[in-house]
């Protein structure tokens, strides 16, 4: 019988990935693992991979089962998540016309990560925003589990 993954744990490492780091979960037994492209890049190279540092060869063996064997299968990546999307998507839902109106300016054009944010906390609604993206990524996060047949389970956030 297939492992049953925590949904908390899954979210959680799909926050983590960047875009030098690829997430992955055994559809079997519900392990998380996130792993660099040096890393992996590491482990289709032999004579880099004599070359690399004790703690890369010791991982060396984890990244090759990862990548070896179908049961493991990359985690929705950064671009699958599209965090800008999310953040227009919030923008939209902001129903007082001088904050959405704000919102809007700042996810357009050069820098909007960064004036999305300074305007988030100006506005004092991070709190809001944090919570609507938490449950945009669920949303990803259980879609991609069920297309997979991965069961899991929902718990309670930490703080």
């Keep these: 019988m297939a492992a049953i993954v925590s949904l908390r744990d899954v979210i959680d490492e799909m926050e983590m990935m960047s ?27 032999p ?9 890369q060869k010791d991982l060396l063996p984890k990244v090759r089962e990862v990548t070896a064997s179908e049961d493991f299968i990359p985690l929705p990546s950064k671009s699958d998540i599209h965090e800008w999307s999310i953040m227009e998507r919030f923008a939209r839902s902001i129903t007082d016309g001088a904050v959405n109106d704000e919102l809007q300016a700042a996810v357009h054009g050069g820098g909007a990560f ?5 305007a988030l906390h100006k506005l004092g609604i991070a709190d809001e925003w944090y919570r ?3 449950a945009a990524l669920e949303e990803i996060a259980i879609e991609f589990l069920e297309a997979h047949e991965i069961a899991f389970h929902r718990e309670p956030r930490q703080k």
Excluded: Q, V
């Excluded at 992955?24 to 890049?41: D, M, S, V």
């Design 19 to 45: 875009d030098e780091a690829t997430g992955y979960i055994n559809r079997k037994t519900g392990e998380l693992i996130t792993l660099t492209h040096e890393e992996l890049a590491l482990a289709e190279d």
């Design 47 to 55: 004579d880099e991979a004599a070359d690399a540092a004790e703690w």
């Design 114 to 118: 960064r004036r999305f944010k300074d």
């Design 132 to 134: 609507f993206r938490d």
